[in-house]
């Protein structure tokens, strides 16, 4: 994932290759579905810091990313609204300072914190 977002020197064939294998890996294992979507909240937030805010071609790669994810399989029931939150908190130009995700054994779970 990281390299489809951060690796520069991809040819576009290359980039598809990679977001088709990131897809084929969520199709394949339900179980890593979910664990994909928390990656790519991550780095849409991490993307949104200060820091990393020049960055406006990894952002973008991220975005498309996401949407062939969800053009492809579902998020679980359980980080659906989580997900929808995310997207709602960036797109109104908010940034968090710490996304935090976790995995319990049985689901995953994105935890976003907002440190003061």
């Not at 995310?86 to 976003?112: R, V």
Request: overall charge neutral; aromatic content about 10%; charged content about 15%.
């Amino acid at each position: 994932m990281y390299r489809y977002v951060f690796d520069t020197t991809l040819t576009d064939r290359r980039q598809r290759v990679v977001a088709d294998f990131i897809v084929h890996c969520g199709l394949a294992n339900a179980s890593l579905r979910d664990e994909i979507y928390i990656q790519l909240c991550n780095l849409t937030f991490l993307l949104s810091t200060p820091a990393t805010a020049g960055d406006s071609s990894a952002t973008q790669r991220t975005w498309q990313l996401m949407a062939h994810c969800l053009s492809c399989f579902k998020p679980s029931d359980t980080l659906y609204n989580c997900l929808l939150k995310s997207a709602a908190i960036l797109a109104a130009g908010k940034t968090l300072p710490e996304a935090i995700c976790f995995t319990d054994g049985s689901s995953s779970s994105l935890f976003l914190a907002n440190r003061a």
